[in-house]
Nanobody, 118 residues
């Protein structure tokens, strides 16, 4: 069973930044971040392939940057200009490519809380 271990959540003020990290126990084709706010469904934040192809939710484009270190099986999320609406539990995700344009998530981390105060 693949394990994903997240770190880096916490409490920040609006406009500040933080970085989330997630280390996988195995090599994964796709890694990324999803989030779930109270009372809402889990949603995509960003994903990245081993080749570096990225996909972002419109709500975070221009503020968040996803990157990965393939040698360490680790994915990062640099979140800048944070807003109160970014408050959520952030989940690391890992999976595989189904085609050149689609992927599926097979594994989830335990989640890390991010709270953005106004």
């Amino acid at each position: 069973q693949v394990q994903l271990v997240e770190s880096g959540g916490g409490l920040v003020q609006a406009g500040e930044s933080l970085t989330l990290s997630c280390a996988a126990s195995e090599r994964l084709s796709v890694m990324g971040w999803y989030r779930q706010a109270p009372g809402k469904q889990r949603e995509l934040v960003a994903t990245i392939t081993r080749g570096g192809r990225t996909n972002y939710a419109d709500s975070v484009k221009g503020r968040f940057t996803i990157s990965r270190d393939n040698a360490k099986n680790t994915v990062y999320l640099q979140a800048n200009i944070l807003k109160p609406e970014d408050t959520a539990v952030y989940y690391c995700a890992g999976g595989r490519l189904l085609s050149s344009t689609s992927s599926t998530i097979d594994y989830w981390g335990q989640g890390t809380q991010v709270i953005v105060s106004s």
